[in-house]
């Protein structure tokens, strides 16, 4: 079984960073792209950053410039380092990732979320 994990959120001031990691773990052959996606209370869940297994990535219009995510296959993590936080960022981050599970073919997973409140 493949589990997901997001952990490094918290509460920020504007202006401020946060790093977020997203682990999996269990019988992983490979992981290939993975996402991070965020969702404010009343809104729809929307696509932050993307990364393939190459490392190429690509963002969502907010965050182009501010976010950057980067990935450490040897440690099954993907992070996503947020700089220059605003309030609008605020929101449950979710990471998304499609996995080649061992003798089971490629699954997509979902974490759990963690929370980021950027507010003075």
């Known amino acids: 079984q493949v589990q997901l994990v997001e952990s490094g959120g918290g509460l920020v001031q504007p202006g401020g960073s946060l790093r977020l990691s997203c682990t999996a773990s269990g019988s992983i052959f490979s992981i290939n792209t993975v996402g991070w996606y965020r969702q404010a209370p009343g809104t729809q869940r929307e696509l932050v950053a993307i990364i393939i297994k190459t490392g190429s990535a690509d963002y969502g219009e907010p965050v182009k410039g501010r976010f950057t995510v980067s990935r450490d296959d040897a440690k099954n993590t993907v992070y996503l380092q947020m700089n220059s936080l605003k309030p609008e960022d605020t929101g449950v981050y979710y990471c998304?990732?499609?996995?080649?599970?061992?003798?089971?073919?490629?699954?997509?997973?979902w974490g759990q979320g963690t929370q980021v409140t950027v507010s003075s």
């Open positions: 998304n990732a499609d996995i080649e599970v061992a003798d089971s073919g490629v699954s997509d997973y």
